[in-house]
């Protein structure tokens, strides 16, 4: 598994405009593509970043969808008004609240 975090930074104005393009592209097509597993959409409280956190079953998987034609106007027309800093990660660590049971 791997993990892309992007976080994009973006003028308050714009944040929503933001977040509809990455919702449209991933909910349309890269949810569709070959080892998509999931991805979580966030946007800061004051407006000024979006965060995607998106895993994927292996890094094969995501640069074969990278390299589909159909994402591409969605990512163009998102870094015309925002600009992020992408990075790849692998899960090491995963916490959930302890039940009584388990104390």
Do not use: C
């Amino acid at each position: 598994m791997i993990v892309f975090i992007n976080v994009f930074q973006v003028d308050p104005p714009n944040q929503q405009r933001l977040v509809d393009i990455l919702t449209k592209v991933t909910g349309e097509i890269v949810s569709k593509a070959p080892g998509f597993v999931s991805s979580t959409l966030h946007r800061s409280t004051d407006g000024s970043k979006v965060t995607m956190y998106a895993k994927w079953a292996s890094l094969a998987d995501y640069e074969a969808m990278r390299q589909d034609p159909a994402p591409r106007p969605f990512l163009e027309e998102a870094l015309s008004f925002a600009r992020f800093e992408p990075g790849m990660y692998e899960v090491v660590g995963e916490f959930h609240p302890k039940t009584d049971r388990e104390v």
